[in-house]
């Protein structure tokens, strides 16, 4: 089954297709935001029992997926349309059917999502040791060092070959501009600044001098350049795994 990461804030899951959650998206957010320059602040999540969903990472926003599940489940005539609030101090569960609110679901959250082909991820807390490190990928061992310049002779930064580019890490505190450094030296290479602190987790993405993409965890309403995921995942521990940080 598809896991909803702890991320996510609420979800509604409908029979319909991932593009047909999309364009509905799509079309509130140009009607309410008609001049908005950023994508729509929900994203869609495929499910493997016929329901996929269109989720929101944006904590507070609970009751606007109500508007979505309305309209949904006059897309689906017939069929349960489920809004699930996964805050674990709001969890609640919600039915929709051809555009009306229906009884609650009698099964727990969890099996209703169960039963759409979704499980809930545990609300892991993130560590409390802060840590940072940047992963280069699509540039040599060589290339990197020689984009740090003076830096790259320092003994307390490493910086060594990794499953998903070049690691480069601190022996002793976090990285300063290192990063940054080295996406401007090298713009055709991608970077993932990763940063964790004790109540967040962050991945910048640069090419060049510009940042043209953050993941962030807690999600923040408005965020500029937000991304879904980083290379398929949502948690911290999973994102670092990937990048092949160790953790």
Known sequence: MTSLDASICWAVLAPLSTGDL????????????????????????????????LVSRSPG?????????EILSRRAPGRAVYALWLDPER?????????????????TLDVVAAQAGFTIAADVPLATEEMSAAVVEGASIGEV???????????W???????????ITATDGPLGTQAWDVAEA???????????????????????????GLYRVPALGGQ???????K????????????????
């Open 232 to 247: 398929g995942e949502t948690e911290p521990r999973a994102i670092m795994r990937v990048l092949g940080i160790s953790v």
């Open 157 to 167: 930064l490493r910086v060594q070959p990794g499953p998903a580019g070049v690691l």
């Open 22 to 53: 999309e364009r509905v998206a799509a079309r509130e957010w140009a009607r309410d935001f008609p001049y908005a320059i950023d994508p729509p602040p929900w994203q869609t999540v495929a499910g493997d029992a016929g329901y996929n969903a």
């Open 91 to 107: 969890r609640e569960a919600f039915a929709w059917k051809d555009g009306r609110e229906v009884d609650p679901p009698s099964a």
């Open 61 to 69: 926003t609970e009751g606007s997926d109500r508007h979505f599940a």
């Open 186 to 212: 090298l713009p055709s290479a991608t970077v993932y600044y990763v940063q964790q602190w004790a109540h967040a987790f962050d991945v910048l993405v640069l090419r060049g001098a510009e940042q043209v």
């Open 224 to 230: 500029e350049n937000a991304l879904p995921d980083i």
């Open 145 to 155: 060092q020689a984009a740090l310049g003076e830096f790259a002779d320092e003994p």
